[in-house]
């Protein structure tokens, strides 16, 4: 089955609809969303928590200046790859331009901040990397539980 757009352009495993990032090969926002909403529902009928990771690269616009966007790429392709690596328990999600998440099912606090200073210590040789951690709180979507991390200054 093919549906197109307009001419040529073939509607699926594009933009709104697209599962992954072509960049990273990660999930896509959309999908963290869709994600989050499941998982906070599954965690209100489980009684269970879980937590979310978010991975900042503060320095990606300052790299698409000076070295071009290739050089941005290759440190967001990189991160991508350390957060995958490190999310044998969930899945890695780009998050926005220079942000990944990674959703831990059954995490608490504590595990989502361990989790969050440990992605820190692996990708601590590259400047510019913050990360922080939120658990879900009893009442939670899972929205609110993205929305809640608040990244450390640098």
Known sequence: MEIRRSGDEL??????????????????????????QTEAQQAA???????????????IAELNRGGGYLAGDEVIRAAAQAVQHAARRGTARRYSESRLAWIVP????????FL????????????????AAAARLV????????????????
Request: hydrophobic share 35%; proline share 4%; glycine share 8%.
């Open 11 to 36: 509607i699926l495993g594009f933009s709104s609809i697209a599962v992954t990032d072509n960049l990273t090969l990660l999930y896509t926002h959309q999908y963290h969303h869709e994600i989050t």
């Open 116 to 131: 969050a200073a440990e992605i820190s210590t692996n990708l601590a040789k590259r400047r510019g990397v913050r990360t």
């Open 45 to 59: 009928v489980q009684c269970r928590p879980f937590g979310v990771v978010l991975v900042e690269l503060t320095e």
């Open 139 to 154: 009442g939670d979507t899972g929205d609110v539980v993205t929305e809640r991390i608040r990244t450390p200054p640098s």
């Open 106 to 113: 059954g995490a608490n606090a504590q595990i989502t901040d």
